[in-house]
Protein backbone atom coordinates (compact mmCIF):
# COMPACT_ATOMS: atom_id res chain seq x y z
CA UNK A 1 0.00 0.00 0.00
CA UNK A 2 1.19 3.60 -0.40
CA UNK A 3 2.72 6.10 1.86
CA UNK A 4 -1.08 7.77 1.44
CA UNK A 5 -2.86 5.09 2.67
CA UNK A 6 -1.13 4.63 5.77
CA UNK A 7 -0.94 8.26 6.44
CA UNK A 8 -4.69 8.37 6.42
CA UNK A 9 -4.56 5.22 8.14
CA UNK A 10 -2.81 6.91 11.43
CA UNK A 11 -5.48 9.57 10.94
CA UNK A 12 -8.32 7.24 11.10
CA UNK A 13 -6.68 6.20 14.56
CA UNK A 14 -6.80 9.59 16.37
CA UNK A 15 -11.03 8.90 16.19
CA UNK A 16 -13.43 6.18 17.89
CA UNK A 17 -13.15 2.88 15.41
CA UNK A 18 -16.26 3.83 12.16
CA UNK A 19 -16.33 7.24 13.63
CA UNK A 20 -16.14 8.74 9.56
CA UNK A 21 -14.18 11.86 10.62
CA UNK A 22 -10.73 11.10 8.76
CA UNK A 23 -12.40 12.23 5.71
CA UNK A 24 -11.11 15.59 6.24
CA UNK A 25 -7.84 14.97 7.16
CA UNK A 26 -7.64 12.31 4.84
CA UNK A 27 -8.46 14.96 1.92
CA UNK A 28 -6.25 17.24 3.07
CA UNK A 29 -2.94 14.61 2.79
CA UNK A 30 -4.34 13.48 -0.46
CA UNK A 31 -4.19 17.42 -1.55
CA UNK A 32 -1.10 18.25 -0.23
CA UNK A 33 0.84 14.95 -2.14
CA UNK A 34 -1.01 15.94 -5.38
CA UNK A 35 -1.99 19.62 -5.53
CA UNK A 36 -5.14 18.81 -6.12
CA UNK A 37 -8.11 16.51 -5.85
CA UNK A 38 -8.53 14.33 -9.22
CA UNK A 39 -11.23 11.84 -9.90
CA UNK A 40 -8.39 9.40 -9.54
CA UNK A 41 -7.41 10.67 -5.79
CA UNK A 42 -10.82 11.24 -4.70
CA UNK A 43 -10.95 7.30 -5.51
CA UNK A 44 -7.34 6.35 -3.73
CA UNK A 45 -8.91 8.55 -0.62
CA UNK A 46 -12.31 6.19 -0.48
CA UNK A 47 -10.33 3.22 -0.71
CA UNK A 48 -8.33 4.23 2.10
CA UNK A 49 -11.46 5.25 4.27
CA UNK A 50 -13.64 2.24 2.94
CA UNK A 51 -15.78 4.72 1.81
CA UNK A 52 -17.34 5.51 -2.03
CA UNK A 53 -15.66 8.25 -4.45
CA UNK A 54 -19.45 9.83 -4.92
CA UNK A 55 -19.25 10.23 -0.54
CA UNK A 56 -15.92 11.56 -0.77
CA UNK A 57 -16.08 13.62 -3.38
CA UNK A 58 -19.83 14.95 -2.01
CA UNK A 59 -17.57 15.96 1.11
CA UNK A 60 -14.77 17.36 -0.66
CA UNK A 61 -17.12 19.68 -2.90
CA UNK A 62 -18.48 21.05 -0.04
CA UNK A 63 -15.15 22.79 1.79
CA UNK A 64 -13.70 25.66 -0.10
CA UNK A 65 -9.87 24.69 0.53
CA UNK A 66 -10.57 21.68 -1.59
CA UNK A 67 -8.80 21.94 -4.80
CA UNK A 68 -11.15 19.88 -7.61
CA UNK A 69 -9.87 21.39 -10.72
CA UNK A 70 -5.92 22.04 -11.21
CA UNK A 71 -3.45 24.47 -9.54
CA UNK A 72 -0.38 25.95 -9.74
CA UNK A 73 2.58 25.50 -7.79
CA UNK A 74 1.65 27.99 -5.53
CA UNK A 75 -1.59 28.97 -4.42
CA UNK A 76 -2.76 32.97 -3.47
CA UNK A 77 -5.77 33.69 -1.64
CA UNK A 78 -6.22 37.50 -1.43
CA UNK A 79 -9.09 38.25 1.55
CA UNK A 80 -11.98 40.70 -0.01
CA UNK A 81 -14.54 40.46 2.70
CA UNK A 82 -15.27 43.96 4.07
CA UNK A 83 -11.92 44.93 6.23
CA UNK A 84 -9.57 44.18 4.30
CA UNK A 85 -11.65 45.40 1.09
CA UNK A 86 -12.42 49.34 2.96
CA UNK A 87 -8.44 49.19 2.64
CA UNK A 88 -7.74 48.37 -0.43
CA UNK A 89 -7.38 45.02 -1.21
CA UNK A 90 -9.50 45.17 -4.66
CA UNK A 91 -6.09 46.76 -5.45
CA UNK A 92 -3.67 44.17 -4.23
CA UNK A 93 -6.22 41.77 -6.33
CA UNK A 94 -5.89 44.05 -9.70
CA UNK A 95 -2.11 44.09 -8.67
CA UNK A 96 -2.25 40.41 -8.55
CA UNK A 97 -3.66 39.92 -11.87
CA UNK A 98 -1.69 42.58 -13.58
CA UNK A 99 1.39 41.09 -12.05
CA UNK A 100 0.85 37.16 -13.40
CA UNK A 101 -1.25 37.81 -16.09
CA UNK A 102 -4.39 36.39 -15.32
CA UNK A 103 -7.84 37.26 -13.51
CA UNK A 104 -8.53 35.87 -10.22
CA UNK A 105 -9.58 31.99 -10.42
CA UNK A 106 -7.04 31.23 -12.66
CA UNK A 107 -3.82 30.10 -13.20
CA UNK A 108 -0.72 31.89 -14.61
CA UNK A 109 0.32 30.54 -17.93
CA UNK A 110 3.49 29.49 -16.69
CA UNK A 111 1.52 27.15 -14.58
CA UNK A 112 3.62 28.54 -11.00
CA UNK A 113 0.30 30.09 -9.25
CA UNK A 114 -2.90 30.16 -8.80
CA UNK A 115 -4.54 33.17 -7.86
CA UNK A 116 -8.40 33.41 -5.99
CA UNK A 117 -10.36 36.06 -3.83
CA UNK A 118 -11.56 34.28 -0.49
CA UNK A 119 -13.65 35.03 2.24
CA UNK A 120 -12.85 36.63 5.09
CA UNK A 121 -9.26 34.72 6.45
CA UNK A 122 -9.56 35.74 10.06
CA UNK A 123 -6.60 38.70 10.29
CA UNK A 124 -9.17 41.63 9.73
CA UNK A 125 -6.91 43.97 12.20
CA UNK A 126 -3.65 43.65 10.06
CA UNK A 127 -5.30 44.20 6.32
CA UNK A 128 -5.14 43.31 4.00
CA UNK A 129 -4.52 39.77 4.47
CA UNK A 130 -2.84 37.56 1.66
CA UNK A 131 -2.89 33.68 2.63
CA UNK A 132 0.28 32.04 0.75
CA UNK A 133 0.74 29.12 0.53
CA UNK A 134 -1.29 28.58 3.69
CA UNK A 135 0.83 31.23 5.67
CA UNK A 136 -0.76 34.56 6.03
CA UNK A 137 1.36 37.85 4.79
CA UNK A 138 -0.09 40.81 6.66
CA UNK A 139 -0.54 44.71 5.58
CA UNK A 140 -0.63 43.75 2.26
CA UNK A 141 -0.64 46.48 -0.01
CA UNK A 142 -0.62 46.51 -3.96
CA UNK A 143 3.28 48.06 -4.01
CA UNK A 144 4.10 44.35 -2.24
CA UNK A 145 2.57 42.39 -5.04
CA UNK A 146 5.36 42.53 -7.10
CA UNK A 147 7.81 40.77 -5.28
CA UNK A 148 5.31 38.02 -3.84
CA UNK A 149 5.25 37.35 -7.16
CA UNK A 150 8.98 37.35 -8.13
CA UNK A 151 9.24 35.31 -4.40
CA UNK A 152 6.92 32.93 -5.97
CA UNK A 153 8.24 32.28 -9.32
CA UNK A 154 11.96 31.90 -8.04
CA UNK A 155 10.90 28.88 -6.10
CA UNK B 1 -4.98 50.12 32.57
CA UNK B 2 -7.11 47.49 31.24
CA UNK B 3 -6.70 44.05 33.09
CA UNK B 4 -5.06 41.60 30.98
CA UNK B 5 -6.50 38.30 32.07
CA UNK B 6 -6.26 35.90 28.27
CA UNK B 7 -3.44 37.87 26.95
CA UNK B 8 -1.08 37.98 29.60
CA UNK B 9 2.33 36.80 29.55
CA UNK B 10 2.27 35.76 26.08
CA UNK B 11 5.03 32.80 25.74
CA UNK B 12 4.04 29.80 23.24
CA UNK B 13 6.56 28.30 25.65
CA UNK B 14 6.00 25.36 28.22
CA UNK B 15 8.47 26.36 30.43
CA UNK B 16 8.07 30.04 30.57
CA UNK B 17 4.46 29.38 31.13
CA UNK B 18 4.66 27.22 33.64
CA UNK B 19 7.49 29.70 35.21
CA UNK B 20 4.68 32.47 34.97
CA UNK B 21 2.52 30.08 37.11
CA UNK B 22 1.09 28.12 34.34
CA UNK B 23 -0.43 24.77 35.00
CA UNK B 24 -0.78 25.49 38.66
CA UNK B 25 -4.78 26.37 38.17
CA UNK B 26 -5.03 22.81 36.96
CA UNK B 27 -3.41 21.00 39.94
CA UNK B 28 -5.76 23.38 42.03
CA UNK B 29 -8.84 22.14 39.63
CA UNK B 30 -7.44 18.14 39.84
CA UNK B 31 -7.79 18.44 43.48
CA UNK B 32 -11.44 19.32 43.14
CA UNK B 33 -14.68 17.42 41.71
CA UNK B 34 -15.63 18.12 38.76
CA UNK B 35 -18.86 19.67 40.12
CA UNK B 36 -16.90 22.23 42.08
CA UNK B 37 -14.83 23.48 39.42
CA UNK B 38 -18.49 23.71 37.34
CA UNK B 39 -19.56 25.46 40.15
CA UNK B 40 -16.58 27.95 40.09
CA UNK B 41 -17.45 28.74 36.33
CA UNK B 42 -21.24 29.29 37.23
CA UNK B 43 -19.75 32.23 39.69
CA UNK B 44 -17.38 33.72 37.92
CA UNK B 45 -20.70 34.29 35.24
CA UNK B 46 -18.39 33.43 32.17
CA UNK B 47 -20.42 33.91 29.21
CA UNK B 48 -19.92 31.91 26.02
CA UNK B 49 -17.32 34.19 23.87
CA UNK B 50 -18.38 32.62 20.25
CA UNK B 51 -21.78 34.63 20.17
CA UNK B 52 -24.01 33.26 21.39
CA UNK B 53 -23.09 34.36 25.21
CA UNK B 54 -24.82 31.45 26.52
CA UNK B 55 -23.55 30.67 30.75
CA UNK B 56 -20.48 28.78 30.11
CA UNK B 57 -20.96 27.11 33.70
CA UNK B 58 -24.43 26.19 33.35
CA UNK B 59 -23.77 24.63 29.81
CA UNK B 60 -21.27 21.83 31.45
CA UNK B 61 -23.96 21.45 34.08
CA UNK B 62 -26.46 20.09 31.79
CA UNK B 63 -23.85 17.16 30.45
CA UNK B 64 -25.62 14.31 31.99
CA UNK B 65 -23.39 11.83 34.47
CA UNK B 66 -22.30 8.70 33.06
CA UNK B 67 -24.55 6.60 35.35
CA UNK B 68 -27.79 8.59 33.50
CA UNK B 69 -26.04 7.96 30.56
CA UNK B 70 -23.31 5.63 30.02
CA UNK B 71 -21.45 7.01 27.22
CA UNK B 72 -18.25 8.80 26.83
CA UNK B 73 -18.23 12.74 27.26
CA UNK B 74 -16.64 14.68 24.52
CA UNK B 75 -15.03 18.39 24.42
CA UNK B 76 -15.33 19.92 21.40
CA UNK B 77 -13.59 23.22 21.39
CA UNK B 78 -14.55 25.35 18.16
CA UNK B 79 -12.19 27.09 16.79
CA UNK B 80 -13.64 27.91 13.44
CA UNK B 81 -13.34 31.77 13.67
CA UNK B 82 -14.63 32.84 10.41
CA UNK B 83 -17.22 35.75 11.44
CA UNK B 84 -16.02 39.09 9.04
CA UNK B 85 -14.43 41.48 11.63
CA UNK B 86 -13.48 38.80 14.30
CA UNK B 87 -10.08 37.25 14.81
CA UNK B 88 -9.23 37.04 18.39
CA UNK B 89 -8.75 33.26 18.58
CA UNK B 90 -5.81 33.55 15.83
CA UNK B 91 -4.50 35.72 18.34
CA UNK B 92 -5.19 33.50 21.11
CA UNK B 93 -4.06 30.62 20.25
CA UNK B 94 -0.81 31.45 18.71
CA UNK B 95 -0.03 33.63 21.93
CA UNK B 96 -1.08 31.85 24.54
CA UNK B 97 -1.52 28.03 23.52
CA UNK B 98 -0.50 26.43 26.78
CA UNK B 99 -3.27 28.99 28.69
CA UNK B 100 -5.49 27.31 26.62
CA UNK B 101 -4.85 23.65 26.56
CA UNK B 102 -4.45 24.04 30.18
CA UNK B 103 -8.51 25.41 29.87
CA UNK B 104 -9.62 22.49 27.71
CA UNK B 105 -7.72 19.85 30.31
CA UNK B 106 -9.71 21.73 33.28
CA UNK B 107 -12.80 21.93 30.93
CA UNK B 108 -12.45 18.26 30.48
CA UNK B 109 -11.82 17.21 34.57
CA UNK B 110 -15.32 19.20 34.83
CA UNK B 111 -17.40 17.38 32.44
CA UNK B 112 -15.67 14.17 32.94
CA UNK B 113 -14.34 14.09 29.66
CA UNK B 114 -10.61 11.65 28.22
CA UNK B 115 -11.43 13.48 24.96
CA UNK B 116 -10.86 16.62 23.68
CA UNK B 117 -11.17 17.74 19.85
CA UNK B 118 -10.02 21.41 18.60
CA UNK B 119 -12.01 22.00 15.57
CA UNK B 120 -9.66 25.03 14.17
CA UNK B 121 -10.52 26.63 10.45
CA UNK B 122 -8.09 25.12 7.72
CA UNK B 123 -7.19 28.47 6.76
CA UNK B 124 -5.44 29.13 10.51
CA UNK B 125 -2.07 27.13 9.30
CA UNK B 126 -0.36 29.36 11.89
CA UNK B 127 -1.70 28.85 14.88
CA UNK B 128 -2.30 25.11 14.08
CA UNK B 129 1.40 24.85 14.13
CA UNK B 130 2.21 27.09 17.24
CA UNK B 131 -0.96 24.78 18.91
CA UNK B 132 0.69 21.22 17.59
CA UNK B 133 4.03 22.55 19.37
CA UNK B 134 2.63 23.05 22.42
CA UNK B 135 0.77 19.91 22.74
CA UNK B 136 4.16 18.54 21.22
CA UNK B 137 6.27 19.65 24.56
CA UNK B 138 3.55 18.02 26.78
CA UNK B 139 4.57 14.22 25.59
CA UNK B 140 6.95 14.45 27.88
CA UNK B 141 4.72 15.17 30.69
CA UNK B 142 2.21 13.05 30.81
CA UNK B 143 1.03 14.06 34.26
CA UNK B 144 -0.23 17.07 32.80
CA UNK B 145 -2.21 15.63 30.16
CA UNK B 146 -3.32 12.91 32.55
CA UNK B 147 -6.04 10.48 30.80
CA UNK B 148 -7.18 12.92 28.45
CA UNK B 149 -6.48 12.84 24.31
CA UNK B 150 -6.18 15.95 22.38
CA UNK B 151 -6.85 15.60 18.52
CA UNK B 152 -6.55 19.03 16.70
CA UNK B 153 -9.01 18.57 13.75
CA UNK B 154 -8.67 20.88 10.62
CA UNK B 155 -11.77 22.50 8.83
CA UNK B 156 -11.33 23.16 5.60
CA UNK B 157 -13.23 26.32 4.62
CA UNK B 158 -16.20 26.72 5.26
CA UNK B 159 -18.28 29.80 7.67
CA UNK B 160 -21.26 27.55 8.58
CA UNK B 161 -19.06 24.92 10.42
CA UNK B 162 -18.79 28.07 13.33
CA UNK B 163 -22.27 26.77 14.03
CA UNK B 164 -21.80 24.18 16.38
CA UNK B 165 -24.22 21.26 15.51
CA UNK B 166 -22.29 21.86 11.29
CA UNK B 167 -19.01 21.50 13.25
CA UNK B 168 -20.23 18.26 14.98
CA UNK B 169 -20.95 17.16 11.73
CA UNK B 170 -18.10 18.46 10.09
CA UNK B 171 -16.00 16.45 12.61
CA UNK B 172 -18.02 13.56 11.79
CA UNK B 173 -16.51 13.58 8.72
CA UNK B 174 -19.70 14.68 7.07
CA UNK B 175 -21.05 18.13 5.08
CA UNK B 176 -21.20 21.09 7.10
CA UNK B 177 -24.94 21.14 7.61
CA UNK B 178 -26.93 22.02 10.54
CA UNK B 179 -28.72 20.12 12.95
CA UNK B 180 -32.35 20.03 13.89
CA UNK B 181 -32.04 20.84 17.80
CA UNK B 182 -33.40 19.34 20.14
CA UNK B 183 -31.38 17.06 21.05
CA UNK B 184 -28.85 19.54 22.27
CA UNK B 185 -24.98 18.30 22.37
CA UNK B 186 -25.47 18.71 25.51
CA UNK B 187 -26.91 15.34 25.77
CA UNK B 188 -26.81 14.01 22.24
CA UNK B 189 -23.57 15.90 20.42
CA UNK B 190 -20.54 14.08 18.95
CA UNK B 191 -20.96 10.59 18.15
CA UNK B 192 -24.51 10.84 19.64
CA UNK B 193 -22.13 11.16 22.88
CA UNK B 194 -22.83 13.66 25.53
CA UNK B 195 -20.92 16.96 24.29
CA UNK B 196 -19.68 20.63 25.53
CA UNK B 197 -18.77 22.97 22.53
CA UNK B 198 -16.88 25.92 23.97
CA UNK B 199 -15.39 29.04 21.79
CA UNK B 200 -11.53 29.49 22.08
CA UNK B 201 -11.44 32.45 24.02
CA UNK B 202 -14.19 31.11 26.49
CA UNK B 203 -11.99 27.96 27.45
CA UNK B 204 -8.94 30.14 27.62
CA UNK B 205 -10.44 32.26 30.57
CA UNK B 206 -10.90 28.93 32.04
CA UNK B 207 -7.56 28.57 33.92
CA UNK B 208 -7.71 32.49 34.54
CA UNK B 209 -10.84 31.99 36.51
CA UNK B 210 -9.58 28.73 38.83
CA UNK B 211 -6.51 30.55 39.45
CA UNK B 212 -8.69 33.37 40.43
CA UNK B 213 -12.09 32.23 41.81
CA UNK B 214 -14.95 32.86 40.57
CA UNK B 215 -16.00 35.72 42.92
CA UNK B 216 -13.19 37.44 41.74
CA UNK B 217 -13.39 37.55 38.27
CA UNK B 218 -16.94 38.16 38.48
CA UNK B 219 -15.74 41.73 40.01
CA UNK B 220 -14.28 42.56 36.45
CA UNK B 221 -16.98 43.60 33.93
CA UNK B 222 -20.55 45.05 34.31
CA UNK B 223 -23.65 43.02 35.03
CA UNK B 224 -24.53 40.79 32.68
CA UNK B 225 -20.91 40.94 31.31
CA UNK B 226 -18.45 39.62 33.35
CA UNK B 227 -14.50 39.54 33.07
CA UNK B 228 -12.62 41.00 30.55
CA UNK B 229 -13.55 40.24 26.35
CA UNK B 230 -10.80 40.38 23.67
CA UNK B 231 -11.96 42.55 20.93
CA UNK B 232 -11.24 42.73 17.27
CA UNK B 233 -10.89 46.23 15.55
CA UNK B 234 -10.30 46.77 12.07
CA UNK B 235 -11.71 48.26 9.30
CA UNK B 236 -10.92 52.41 8.74
CA UNK B 237 -8.72 52.57 11.91
CA UNK B 238 -5.56 53.69 12.61
CA UNK B 239 -4.65 50.84 15.51
CA UNK B 240 -5.78 47.42 14.13
CA UNK B 241 -5.56 44.58 16.42
CA UNK B 242 -6.94 42.77 19.18
CA UNK B 243 -7.19 44.34 22.69
CA UNK B 244 -8.57 43.09 25.78
CA UNK B 245 -11.34 45.17 27.80
CA UNK B 246 -13.00 45.49 30.60
CA UNK B 247 -16.74 45.41 29.23
CA UNK B 248 -18.56 48.73 29.71
CA UNK B 249 -16.55 50.37 28.16
CA UNK B 250 -18.12 52.83 25.62
CA UNK B 251 -17.62 52.06 21.71
CA UNK B 252 -16.48 55.53 21.05
CA UNK B 253 -13.19 55.08 23.48
CA UNK B 254 -12.67 51.70 21.49
CA UNK B 255 -12.78 52.79 18.47
CA UNK B 256 -11.15 56.01 18.99
CA UNK B 257 -8.67 55.46 22.54
CA UNK B 258 -8.00 52.04 21.86
CA UNK B 259 -7.80 52.29 18.00
CA UNK B 260 -6.89 55.53 17.56
CA UNK B 261 -9.41 56.73 15.62
CA UNK B 262 -9.74 56.80 11.56
CA UNK B 263 -7.26 57.81 9.13
CA UNK B 264 -6.49 59.92 6.41
CA UNK B 265 -8.98 62.95 8.31
CA UNK B 266 -12.04 60.46 7.54
CA UNK B 267 -15.45 60.88 9.36
CA UNK B 268 -16.97 58.21 10.86
CA UNK B 269 -19.56 56.90 8.90
CA UNK B 270 -20.62 53.44 11.22
CA UNK B 271 -19.39 50.96 13.39
CA UNK B 272 -20.17 47.08 13.17
CA UNK B 273 -20.46 46.36 16.11
CA UNK B 274 -19.96 42.31 16.47
CA UNK B 275 -18.73 40.89 13.43
CA UNK B 276 -20.55 40.79 9.84
CA UNK B 277 -23.58 39.54 11.39
CA UNK B 278 -24.59 42.15 13.68
CA UNK B 279 -26.79 45.15 13.28
CA UNK B 280 -24.85 48.30 12.67
CA UNK B 281 -24.96 51.30 14.86
CA UNK B 282 -24.60 55.22 12.91
CA UNK B 283 -22.08 57.45 14.22
CA UNK B 284 -23.91 59.14 16.80
CA UNK B 285 -25.08 55.75 18.50
CA UNK B 286 -21.51 54.67 19.36
CA UNK B 287 -21.53 56.09 22.88
CA UNK B 288 -22.66 53.39 24.26
CA UNK B 289 -20.86 50.63 26.73
CA UNK B 290 -19.64 47.47 24.97
CA UNK B 291 -21.75 44.44 27.03
CA UNK B 292 -24.44 42.74 26.66
CA UNK B 293 -27.18 44.88 28.02
CA UNK B 294 -26.15 48.18 26.63
CA UNK B 295 -26.05 46.85 22.98
CA UNK B 296 -29.45 45.02 23.94
CA UNK B 297 -30.69 48.63 24.51
CA UNK B 298 -29.90 49.76 21.03
CA UNK B 299 -30.93 46.29 19.50
CA UNK B 300 -27.66 45.06 18.82
CA UNK B 301 -25.00 42.44 20.37
CA UNK B 302 -21.42 42.08 20.73
CA UNK B 303 -21.78 38.98 18.91
CA UNK B 304 -18.06 37.36 18.55
CA UNK B 305 -16.54 41.05 19.51
CA UNK B 306 -15.33 42.10 15.85
CA UNK B 307 -15.78 45.79 15.56
CA UNK B 308 -15.56 47.57 11.96
CA UNK B 309 -15.42 50.92 11.94
CA UNK B 310 -16.38 52.29 8.60
CA UNK B 311 -15.71 55.96 7.81
CA UNK B 312 -17.51 58.45 5.07
CA UNK B 313 -16.24 56.88 2.04
CA UNK B 314 -18.14 53.72 2.33
CA UNK B 315 -21.70 53.33 0.71
CA UNK B 316 -23.89 51.23 2.52
CA UNK B 317 -25.35 49.38 -0.81
CA UNK B 318 -22.43 48.22 -1.41
CA UNK B 319 -21.67 47.27 2.25
CA UNK B 320 -24.64 45.19 1.79
CA UNK B 321 -23.88 43.33 -0.99
CA UNK B 322 -20.46 42.33 0.27
CA UNK B 323 -21.80 40.72 3.37
CA UNK B 324 -24.77 39.33 1.33
CA UNK B 325 -22.76 37.34 -1.33
CA UNK B 326 -20.13 36.37 2.11
CA UNK B 327 -23.63 34.44 3.11
CA UNK B 328 -25.28 33.43 0.04
CA UNK B 329 -21.48 32.10 -0.55
CA UNK B 330 -21.35 30.35 2.50
CA UNK B 331 -25.22 29.20 3.17
CA UNK B 332 -24.72 25.53 3.38
CA UNK B 333 -28.07 25.10 1.30
CA UNK B 334 -30.24 23.17 3.19
CA UNK B 335 -33.14 25.05 4.31
CA UNK B 336 -34.52 26.56 1.41
CA UNK B 337 -35.29 30.30 3.03
CA UNK B 338 -31.93 30.99 3.52
CA UNK B 339 -30.50 29.51 0.38
CA UNK B 340 -32.39 30.73 -2.10
CA UNK B 341 -32.91 34.44 0.23
CA UNK B 342 -29.36 35.31 0.61
CA UNK B 343 -29.04 35.37 -3.08
CA UNK B 344 -32.39 37.16 -3.98
CA UNK B 345 -31.10 39.79 -1.46
CA UNK B 346 -28.04 39.96 -2.61
CA UNK B 347 -29.77 40.31 -6.46
CA UNK B 348 -31.80 43.43 -5.56
CA UNK B 349 -29.15 44.91 -3.32
CA UNK B 350 -27.45 44.59 -6.90
CA UNK B 351 -30.07 46.57 -8.85
CA UNK B 352 -30.16 49.14 -6.14
CA UNK B 353 -26.27 49.40 -6.24
CA UNK B 354 -26.60 49.65 -9.95
CA UNK B 355 -29.53 52.34 -10.46
CA UNK B 356 -31.89 50.10 -11.66
CA UNK B 357 -34.35 49.38 -9.02
CA UNK B 358 -38.04 50.50 -8.30
CA UNK B 359 -39.20 51.70 -5.04
CA UNK B 360 -40.88 48.10 -5.11
CA UNK B 361 -37.12 46.68 -5.14
CA UNK B 362 -37.12 48.19 -1.89
CA UNK B 363 -40.36 46.67 -0.75
CA UNK B 364 -39.05 43.57 -1.58
CA UNK B 365 -35.90 43.61 -0.09
CA UNK B 366 -37.09 44.42 3.18
CA UNK B 367 -40.20 41.55 2.76
CA UNK B 368 -37.14 39.04 1.51
CA UNK B 369 -35.41 39.93 4.90
CA UNK B 370 -39.11 38.61 6.30
CA UNK B 371 -39.14 35.63 4.57
CA UNK B 372 -35.56 34.30 5.92
CA UNK B 373 -35.87 35.22 9.26
CA UNK B 374 -36.19 32.69 12.20
CA UNK B 375 -37.09 29.83 9.51
CA UNK B 376 -34.20 28.65 9.08
CA UNK B 377 -32.39 25.51 11.49
CA UNK B 378 -29.92 27.92 12.25
CA UNK B 379 -29.12 32.12 12.36
CA UNK B 380 -26.90 31.79 8.96
CA UNK B 381 -29.72 33.37 6.80
CA UNK B 382 -30.80 35.25 10.03
CA UNK B 383 -27.65 37.08 9.95
CA UNK B 384 -28.06 38.86 6.27
CA UNK B 385 -31.70 39.51 6.85
CA UNK B 386 -31.16 41.29 10.14
CA UNK B 387 -28.43 43.34 8.99
CA UNK B 388 -30.09 44.20 5.36
CA UNK B 389 -32.93 45.08 7.44
CA UNK B 390 -31.05 47.24 9.85
CA UNK B 391 -28.80 49.06 6.88
CA UNK B 392 -32.56 50.14 5.76
CA UNK B 393 -33.49 51.43 8.48
CA UNK B 394 -30.88 53.29 9.51
CA UNK B 395 -29.33 54.06 5.99
CA UNK B 396 -32.90 54.50 4.50
CA UNK B 397 -32.06 58.27 2.84
CA UNK B 398 -28.87 56.60 1.31
CA UNK B 399 -30.83 53.68 0.01
CA UNK B 400 -33.83 56.42 -1.72
CA UNK B 401 -30.81 58.11 -3.24
CA UNK B 402 -29.97 55.22 -4.95
CA UNK B 403 -33.54 54.72 -6.76
CA UNK B 404 -33.78 58.70 -7.22
CA UNK B 405 -30.43 59.51 -9.04
CA UNK B 406 -30.22 56.13 -10.89
CA UNK B 407 -26.83 55.54 -9.35
CA UNK B 408 -24.99 55.27 -6.48
CA UNK B 409 -24.59 59.05 -4.59
CA UNK B 410 -20.78 58.19 -3.79
CA UNK B 411 -20.09 57.33 -7.74
CA UNK B 412 -17.72 55.42 -7.46
CA UNK B 413 -15.53 56.82 -4.89
CA UNK B 414 -16.41 54.17 -2.49
CA UNK B 415 -14.08 52.45 -0.78
CA UNK B 416 -16.11 48.93 -1.38
CA UNK B 417 -16.35 49.60 -5.09
CA UNK B 418 -15.76 47.11 -7.42
CA UNK B 419 -14.50 44.58 -5.14
CA UNK B 420 -14.66 40.87 -6.27
CA UNK B 421 -16.11 38.44 -3.94
CA UNK B 422 -15.48 34.94 -4.18
CA UNK B 423 -19.12 34.29 -5.10
CA UNK B 424 -18.40 36.85 -8.22
CA UNK B 425 -15.25 34.85 -8.81
CA UNK B 426 -16.82 32.03 -9.22
CA UNK B 427 -19.63 33.47 -11.21
CA UNK B 428 -17.38 34.68 -13.89
CA UNK B 429 -15.19 31.79 -14.59
CA UNK B 430 -14.72 30.53 -18.38
CA UNK B 431 -16.93 27.68 -17.69
CA UNK B 432 -19.81 30.06 -16.54
CA UNK B 433 -18.96 32.27 -19.55
CA UNK B 434 -19.69 29.31 -21.87
CA UNK B 435 -22.80 27.90 -19.79
CA UNK B 436 -23.58 31.94 -20.08
Given at each position: ?13 K ?33 A???TP??V ?10 Q????G ?6 C ?5 A?V????V ?7 L???A ?20 G ?17 D ?12 | ?28 A ?20 G ?20 K?H????NA ?18 H ?33 V ?59 A?P ?15 I???G ?14 R ?23 D ?6 GG ?15 S????T ?12 L???R ?14 C ?11 F???E ?74 L ?19 MH????V ?5
Amino acid sequence: MSALWDRIQDERAKYPADAGSAVLPALRLAQDEHGWLSPDVIREVADALEETPAYVKSIASFYDQFQLAPVGEHLVEVCTNVSCAVVGAQQVVDAFESELGCRAGETSADGKVTLRTVECLGGCGWATIVSVDHHYRIHVKADNVAAIVEELRAT
Amino acid sequence: MPPSIVLADATAKLAEYEGAGGYAALAKARAMTGEAVTEELIASELRGRGGAFFPAGRKWSFVPSKDQLPKPHYLVVNADESEPGSFKDNEILARVPHRFIEGCLITAHAIDSQHVFIYIRGEYSGPYEILVSALEELKTRPEIRGDVTIVVHRGAGAYICGEETALLESLEGKRGQPRSKPPFPAVSGLYASPTVVNNVETIATVAPIIAMGGAEYAKLGVPNTRGTRVVSISGNVVNGGNYEIEPGMSIRDIVYELGGGIPDGRGLKAVVPGGSSTVILTSDEIDVGYDFDSLAQVRTSMGSAGIVVLDDRCCIVQLGIRWSEFYEHESCGKCTPCREGTRWLTAILRKLEDGRATQGDLDLLLDVCDRINGKCLCPLGDSDAIIIASYVAKFRAEFQAHIDLGACPLGGESSLDGVLSPIQMHTRSRVAEVAG
